[in-house]
């Protein structure tokens, strides 16, 4: 399977506790992006990387919220002392980019991981 | 700030009918519109891409049209089958201020082909 890959699909945990989420993009994609989706409604921004540079975070994106790209290549989505508002689908996708022109092409989604916080 | 609104809400119709679905979105100064697929509990499916330049692109029984000068965009399904049943998404990709890595989505139709 060479599409978008994130881990864990489902994870339900207790307020206050910290989550990760991995996601592994799609390998020759440059572009990552972290969106929250909660019932009802369309995905929502939080985070975007050129390769290893998060170049852009979303008001969304609390203190509590922290996200890494090492290498470029898979990133991490961290949630600290998480809370009941946090419960939601996290979403990422990825997409072959110029860096000349910032233009992006297709944005390939993962089937995202599921927060719930009891 | 961009915004991305789409009509109807919601659609129910027989299996066999043609349906447009709409997208209108506020900030016309876009790279590209892009309109996704969810299915319940899953992620987004990619239907179709078009980027500024473009006025439509078509993939089988979907057509999509986009005319950015008044910031629309509509999806075209002919023939639908039970199995187009989802939610459908449209998302654009904005161009304008200093933001190059933000697609906006609106909220969604929910189709219900019904046999």
């Known amino acids: 399977d060479t599409g978008v890959s994130q881990n864990p699909r489902h994870k339900i945990t207790k307020r206050g506790q910290n989550v990760t989420f991995r996601c592994d993009p799609i390998s020759e994609h440059n572009r990552l992006y972290w969106y929250r989706q909660t019932l009802g409604q369309g995905p929502e921004f939080l985070t975007y990387f050129q390769n290893e540079a998060q170049l852009e975070k979303s008001r969304l994106l609390s203190d509590r919220f922290s996200a890494e790209r090492p290498k470029g290549s898979f990133s991490t989505l961290e949630i600290q002392r998480t809370e009941q508002g946090d419960s939601a689908m996290y979403l990422c996708?990825?997409?072959?980019?110029?860096?000349?022109?910032?233009?992006?092409?297709?944005?390939?989604f993962g089937e995202g991981s599921r927060l719930t916080v009891l | 700030k961009q915004e991305v609104t789409q009509i109807p809400a919601a659609l129910s119709v027989p299996e066999g009918e043609n349906l447009v679905l709409n997208c209108s979105f506020t900030?016309?100064?876009?790279?590209?519109l892009q309109w996704f697929r969810q299915d319940p509990g899953k992620g987004l499916t990619s239907l179709l891409l078009i980027q500024s330049s473009q006025r439509e692109q078509t993939s089988g029984r979907l057509n999509a049209s986009l005319d950015k000068s008044s910031g629309r965009s509509t999806l075209y399904i002919a023939a639908s089958q039970p199995g187009d049943s989802a939610t459908y998404l449209c998302a654009v990709f904005d161009a304008g201020g200093t933001s190059y890595g933000k697609l906006t989505f609106g909220q969604g139709t929910i189709l219900t082909v019904h046999p």
């Open positions: 900030d016309s100064a876009i790279y590209n």
């Open positions: 996708a990825s997409s072959r980019s110029s860096v000349r022109t910032s233009t992006t092409g297709e944005l390939f």
